[in-house]
């Protein structure tokens, strides 16, 4: 018997009919009424873009989200659409050549994961240090990093309703097999989870999970609650979905699948938690969203809240106090503001580490406190999640208060530390220590595991690779370069 069965209000139907799904992507975008009328020069730019960076678009955020009247200002196209600078100059030239010249499918490829290949496709150690292993099986599909939270990429959950331009995890989505991850077996989920009782939290993530059908989102969530694993408390879902189209949660065929699936994890005495993706107010504004964030709510799911900090897209005081505020209204809690990471289109979007802390705190200081749940600015960065908290003045020195909000070693969690003032500063690869120090506190624990974890002795969640590391190194995310020969001579081969 179904938990919740009720017609969705009618208004959101257009003549009786459920509104489709239709997505624009590089071959079909100027099919667009709306693009039709935008320069030629324009237009160009997001074809030499989009050959190199991920693009889709959806009918819903082209007809509600995005100002034609605003271009190309307007945040929701900035987020969604390829703009020119959001490849380097040189990066540009090479692409916008090929595609004067009338290159080939096979030269336009080629042209295209060269430059990706400098792109830094896998920021933090995803690919070397976070992939855990089960006995001899390395699982491909998930990621183990902090101690009590495991991820894991569903493998028809690796695409999205629509692309966002400053996506990290952009490498999932250009055809790149060596780049993803991914994985179908829920056995080995359990599995994992069995023989690592540190777990709390699964976390489906991708791409987006919400993509999926709601039946087989439920062959990943069920045997989860099926196997009745103790350590195991609450379910996450990363999804910018409630956001790109709110439809598959109140009037597409499976809505109501959907919504019975999230009853079923809170009656199994999980937790669910839908960690929404949104980067502006407007995503949060029409009656289809707020209709949408009512249905999950209603399950007993929460709704936590996240976002980088973009240039362009809102990088304003006003802009995050506007978001949390409309966020607690209905019924969510703000959770990050995170820094753009060092991968993809970066330099488009990265925001000085001191301006970020300023925006934050405009926006924090005029909201009410149970809109002060959120954290940020927040950096992903190869040694944990670290926490810009501010620009102060210690010892007679200027310096940039920071603390890890989560580390590789919980014991670094919430311990202050100092840089030096640095007001350019984008990254944590760009800090040094305050007072004359020649390292962080972490530093060398962090290098030990990283060699220990590359001669397959180091933490219990079994990562297969590590990184020789100096500062050099892991300041950049531990940027142990890919293999680029390798992977593009395998591609030759294929």
């Not at 300023?358 to 926006?363: E, L, P, S, V």
Request: with cysteine; charged share 25%.
């Amino acid at each position: 018997m179904p938990y919740f069965d009720f017609k969705p209000n009618e208004s959101f139907f257009i003549d009786g009919e459920a509104p489709k799904y239709r997505s624009y992507n590089l071959r079909t975008f100027e099919n667009i009424p709306q693009v039709k009328n935008l320069p030629e020069d324009l237009r160009f730019a997001i074809r030499v873009v989009g050959n190199v960076l991920p693009f889709k678009v959806n009918n819903y955020v082209i007809e509600e989200l995005i100002d034609w009247d605003n271009i190309p200002e307007d945040p929701m196209f900035q987020l969604t659409f390829p703009q020119k600078t959001m490849l380097k100059q040189h990066h540009y030239d090479k692409m916008a050549a090929v595609l004067k010249n009338d290159g080939t499918k096979q030269e336009i490829t080629a042209t295209a994961n060269e430059i990706r290949m400098q792109l830094n496709p896998h920021p933090a150690g995803q690919k070397d240090e976070n992939t855990p292993t089960l006995g001899c099986e390395t699982l491909s599909g998930m990621q183990h990093k902090y101690e009590e939270t495991a991820l894991f990429f569903p493998s028809q959950g690796q695409t999205c309703h629509a692309y966002c331009t400053f996506c990290f995890r952009w490498p999932q989505f250009v055809g790149i097999d060596e780049l993803k991850f991914a994985m179908k077996e829920s056995e080995l989920l359990v599995a994992y989870l069995k023989e690592h009782p540190e777990v709390t939290d699964v976390l489906f993530t991708g791409g987006d999970p919400m993509i999926m059908k709601s039946r087989v989102m439920a062959s990943y969530i069920e045997p989860l609650l099926e196997a009745d694993l103790p350590n195991l408390r609450n379910i996450r879902i990363g999804t910018k979905g409630l956001a790109y189209w709110p439809y598959k949660f109140v009037t597409d065929k499976d809505a109501d699948e959907i919504i019975n699936l999230f009853h079923k994890v809170a009656d199994s005495g999980k937790h669910m938690a839908i960690m929404g993706h949104y980067s502006h107010p407007v995503e949060l504004e029409t009656d289809i969203h707020k209709e949408a964030a009512k249905r999950v709510r209603s399950t007993g799911a929460q709704i936590r809240t996240q976002s980088p900090l973009l240039r362009h897209i809102n990088d304003s005081s006003d802009v995050w106090a506007d978001m949390w505020r409309e966020q607690v209204k209905q019924g969510m809690i703000p959770y990050y503001m995170f820094v753009v990471r060092d991968t993809g289109a970066r330099h488009h979007f990265d925001i000085p580490l001191e301006k970020a802390w300023q925006i934050f705190r405009g926006a924090y200081k005029h909201v009410s406190g149970i809109a002060r749940t959120v954290r940020g600015p927040s950096m992903s960065a190869g040694p944990g999640k670290v926490h810009v908290l501010g620009v102060n003045e210690v010892a007679g020195e200027k310096v940039m208060v920071l603390q890890f909000l989560q580390g590789r070693n919980p014991d670094w969690n919430g311990r202050p530390f100092f840089a030096k003032y640095n007001k350019d500063a984008v990254w944590l690869d760009d800090l040094e220590p305050a007072f004359g120090e020649k390292e962080f506190f972490f530093e060398k624990e962090y290098r030990k595991k990283l060699k220990e974890d590359a001669n397959g002795n180091g933490h219990s969640n079994g990562h297969a690779n590590g990184s020789q590391s100096t500062r050099k190194s892991w300041k950049s995310e531990s940027s142990k370069p890919v293999d680029t020969r390798k992977i593009l001579e395998d591609m030759e081969r294929r």
